[in-house]
């Protein structure tokens, strides 16, 4: 289950196994990687399909959530803590990837607060994962792997959650490669027919589409407290008629013309909000 695997990741795997109870992970429970697919330069599609690997934001310097991986910062405190200090020395590819385990089955991922697309990894992703609730930020004490992990149930009982912090996090350690570890990449329909659609197909593994995301700015207006009044102004901004997508998110980030934390906080709108089927 670890073949290829660098010892750092299995050392990382040992200690979180020390730390774990409870049963074996259900084998239909699987591992998605949530992100934005129309974001980068290049587009992240294409430097996908160039890499052929999913990398962690140790090597991309990219990330839908907190930009802390660097020496001295956050994420690389909290993978010191979580794994023994197994990953102090290692390569930046060597560290793991970050996804959830999709224990709710959502059409759109597990954690779609990171993005409307994801890729869905195969069952042998889950044997080398390690998982913890709630997320690694939070500095969390219970863990879990593949053979013992007790988590589902205070996620489920946890009804003051916040519903984008509905996700167990999960850490793939070893190379997540899209040629072998990859079931599919699930997109939203607003994609279709578009330059995403094309770059998804240069990938070496299935394209698939989940039910999507759209959100009236009517609908929006009922929700000032969710993030803010100000990114309901900016979706105003941004949609002029009136609807949001993941499409019209990733068009006005393009333009370089809106802060990008801002329209992160847009996008949770849409992502808690917003989701169809």
Sequence with gaps: MT??????????????????????????LRVTLNFHPDRGEPPILTA?????VYHSQFVTGTSNGGLTAHPG??????ESRIFGGAYDHATADERPVYGALNFRAKPVGAAP???????LLDAQAVQRATFCY???????????????????APALADTAADAL?????????GPVRLDRDVEALVLDPCYQGTEIEEQARELPCRLDWHPGFRLTLEEMAR??????????ELAREIAPDGLLTPRVIGQAAATEKYDPQSLKRVWHYV???GMQG
Excluded at 48 to 52: K, N
Excluded at 73 to 78: K, N, Q, S, T, Y
Excluded at 166 to 171: G, M, N, V
Excluded at 223 to 232: K, L
């Design 165 to 173: 912090d509905d996700y167990i996090e999960a850490q793939v350690h």
């Design 3 to 28: 073949d290829g695997v660098a010892d750092s990741a299995r050392q990382a795997l040992a200690h979180v196994a020390a730390r774990s109870s409870g049963p074996r992970v259900d084998g239909a």
């Design 223 to 232: 929700h000032p407290d969710y993030r803010g009044p100000e990114f309901i």
């Design 73 to 78: 910062g956050d994420r690389r405190r909290w």
């Design 48 to 52: 996908l399909a160039a890499a052929g």
């Design 134 to 152: 709630p997320d690694s930020y939070l500095e969390p004490e219970d863990f879990g792997v593949a053979t013992a992990m007790d988590l589902i």
């Design 271 to 273: 992502a808690r909000f």
């Design 113 to 119: 607060r990171f993005g409307s697309a994801y890729f």
